[in-house]
């Protein structure tokens, strides 16, 4: 079956699935912490077990004693526990961190962390004491003047680990996929390529990529979002982006051509995305409701 065909089968089950767990789940939304120093901007699974989830996240905090990272333990419908993780003493403080990933192949144990500059940086998380070390920061490759990245996701596809990445584009401006092969051992990626992207929903200021994951089927899913101030209103959705994979050692793009919301919030404004297996998974979501806080929601999760 041509992978393009699977897209758009993936599509359509996907949305049926989603579709059926809103009926399950209805708006059972989590609160995580209230204010605007604790939104979610990214996002990455630690653990699971049953229905009980640790995660890792980030902030886009700029301020000196502003938290940067923290962990969020859930079970079941309960309100996540939140743990500050502090940065090492001897490195600068990230300012503005939009983007969190997992290392494919290392147990949820490392992990990128992305600037909205484009400042990466390759974290080690130690679970018995919860604290991160910094193994190297580096910079993505051709940054374009101007660039404000939202989304970074790492996958390992036939073999090769897979980098994608967005400039979140903002209101008639479109976002900006990026894709590339990461070799982790040099901090560099090759073979670069790009892609104008844009949602029909939200409209207006909105960000048209706010968080970006990719499957282990090269499955591309983005969220996108905006908000008209620190107090809302606020709109985001999901969407399938489309599909890539590697054809002759070169990536391949196949975007959707015509975009179907999986999922859509007027009430929250969605900066974080994970891909979670198993029958309790789904996609998991976390936001950045300014004054509000944040809050998490289990799009397809089976509690």
Do not use: C
């Amino acid at each position: 079956m041509p992978r393009f065909v699977k897209l758009i089968i993936t599509i359509l089950i996907s949305g049926a699935f989603i579709l059926l767990s809103q009926r399950v789940w209805g708006q059972e939304w989590l609160p995580v912490r209230g204010g605007i120093p604790f939104g979610i901007s990214g996002i990455a699974l630690l653990e699971q077990q049953s229905d009980s989830f640790d995660f890792l996240i980030v902030h886009d905090n700029k301020q000196k004693n502003q938290v940067r990272l923290a962990t969020i333990s859930i079970k079941g419908k309960n309100t996540p526990e939140y743990f500050p993780v502090n940065w090492q003493s001897k490195i600068t403080l990230p300012v503005d961190l939009e983007a969190l990933t997992s290392v494919p192949g290392t147990s949820n144990s490392a992990f990128i962390a992305l600037a909205s500059s484009g400042k990466a940086y390759h974290l080690q998380f130690e679970p018995t004491n919860k604290t991160i070390s910094v193994i190297k920061e580096f910079n993505l490759s051709e940054i374009p003047p101007g660039s404000n990245f939202e989304a970074f996701a790492l996958q390992d596809i036939d073999g090769k680990l897979v980098a994608v990445w967005a400039h979140r584009g903002e209101g008639e401006q479109p976002a900006t996929i990026y894709w590339g092969m990461l070799d982790l051992t040099k901090y560099q990626i090759t073979h670069i390529g790009s892609a104008n992207f844009t949602v029909p929903f939200p409209s207006g200021n909105v960000r048209h990529i706010s968080d970006l994951k990719i499957d282990s089927g090269g499955i591309v899913y983005v969220t996108s979002a905006n908000d008209a101030g620190d107090d809302g209103p606020f709109q985001s959705a999901i969407y399938v982006a489309g599909y890539m994979g590697l054809r002759s050692n070169k990536i391949i793009w196949r975007q959707s051509p015509q975009l179907v919301s999986l999922y859509r919030s007027n009430y929250h404004k969605i900066e974080g995305m994970e891909l979670v297996p198993g029958t309790a998974g789904g996609l998991i979501v976390g936001t950045d409701d300014e004054n509000f806080g944040s809050y998490i929601y289990m799009v397809g999760g089976n509690n």
